[in-house]
DNA sequence: AGAGATGTTGCGGGTTCCCGCAATCTCTCT
DNA sequence: AGAGAGATTGCGGGAACCCGCAACATCTCT
């Protein structure tokens, strides 16, 4: 049985191989990448179905690279491995896990013992396994930690990029003022009002990406690829 | 010799560990804390002067743990030995290192041997020693990457956090129009226009923020310690 | 079928934002 | 001292934003 993994930090990439040796004598060769680019090819080349990803990874993160590597091949098992438990990871990952394939997603924080039950749990049997923690956002598969639905999800990841009303009606083909009522309900959720003092107004567009920011339901990541999304959006668009 | 370790990784703090005991034969003691208000109480209550400072951490980040040291001991020698050279933390550790205090920043890509000049150079003989790579940012202490001064990028903290043009005026005690000129040349440096397919209108506000983001003139974190000193100016100013 | 909850849409108006224009102010250099 | 570059400030207006109000549209229970 060969295994990827697909880390940018060495020393968590060594204690994972450890692990691995460890817990999972059945494998036979363990290949290592060092961002989601080269794990692709590796995935492809070496006809790999078996990753650990890392999710956050420069260049190319670990979300990117497991989409293509499902389109190719959706019977991979990929276990998710990562620092944190951003709400804005797991809204990428439930959007692209394929519909049976097996998946795991464990933080770096986990034991060495519930890592190695993980990797068992999901490389060689196939099974789904999601941090406790972690899935406590999801309710029944949507609906995290805020609260947000994901037509006022959509219409964060547009005010995030910086568009106006009018451009997120179009793209969402909603109108202008059920927009509005998105951002409105988004204020709400967000704690954009409450946040600091009363008796004190801010720009709530502003804050609202910032709250969303500490909140963890959005990352830095997240502008990045929604950015590229809305890059592609507009060439199809014409 | 005591030495402090203030790291919540474990694995990164294990490493560190290890090669400063390697390094520096004359430490007779390792403390560990594993956030920065742990880090302060430790340095306070032991009484140490050599520390080695994740940047990034939950509850309270390196920068102001560091910031406290200092103001308690400001001859305290602090390595910094983080995983990013973002701007936004050097920008943090410009303003408060004492002025003959001896400090040091290694990345944690850096290879061991690096880090093991790095600890000897600044923990034992208090010099000043910045991975290149970090410092080529800097020029002549001020003026980073981005080319923002000063006073563009405290407009650029108060956009940040949401307030509006007034409330930024009166925090930073320009009049309202020069507010609006710092944000004209913010939008100009940070490249607000041009991001985007022209012919597009943005929210320049929310589309400052985001490119500050991407760019790593800011972080989720400074986000965080800005909201903070935002905090205690409003509660000072009554 | 009817009542009620929830979501969508248009209108209107008060605010804030963005920024051109022009009048100082401040500094530097000669 | 005086010229010139660059920053600071006020004014004014068009655009975008925020949001109350009210008319429908949909969905769900009973």
């Known amino acids: 049985m060969k295994v990827l993994i697909v880390e940018d930090d060495q020393f968590h990439a060594s204690y994972l191989q450890d692990a691995l040796a460890e817990a999972l004598p059945e ?3 363990i290949f290592r990448a060092r961002n989601g680019i080269e794990g692709e090819e590796e995935a492809r080349d070496g006809g790999i179905e078996a990753v650990v990803m890392d999710l956050q990874m420069e260049q190319r993160n670990g979300i990117e690279a497991a989409r293509s590597i499902w389109t190719e091949r959706p019977q ?3 276990l998710f491995w990562s620092n944190y438990a951003d709400e804005a990871y797991l809204r990428g990952i439930a959007r692209i896990v394929p519909e049976d394939s097996a998946y795991g997603y464990v933080l770096k ?5 519930r890592l190695k039950l993980a990797l068992r749990a999901v490389l060689v049997e196939g099974q789904i396994m999601v941090d406790r923690q972690i899935h406590r956002m999801q309710k029944h598969g949507a609906a995290p930690r805020s609260g947000l639905d994901d037509s006022e999800f959509s219409v964060l990841l547009d005010l995030a990029l910086g568009l106006q009303d009018k451009m997120i009606a179009e793209r969402r083909g909603m109108s202008l003022r059920t ?6 309900s988004l204020y709400e959720k967000l704690g954009v009002v409450s946040a600091l003092d009363d008796e004190l107004t801010l720009n709530k567009r502003v804050r609202a990406l910032n709250r969303a ?8 990541e997240t502008l990045e690829a929604a950015h590229r999304d809305f890059e592609a959006w507009l ?3 014409k």
Do not use: D, P
Not at 179 to 184: F, M
Not at 213 to 220: A, D, Y
């Open 27 to 29: 494998v036979t060769e």
């Open 76 to 78: 991979s098992r990929i």
């Open 109 to 113: 924080t986990a034991s060495r013992e």
């Open 179 to 184: 927009v509005q009522n998105r951002l409105l």
């Open 213 to 220: 920011l500490v909140t963890r339901t959005l990352n830095i």
């Open 235 to 237: 060439a199809r668009r």
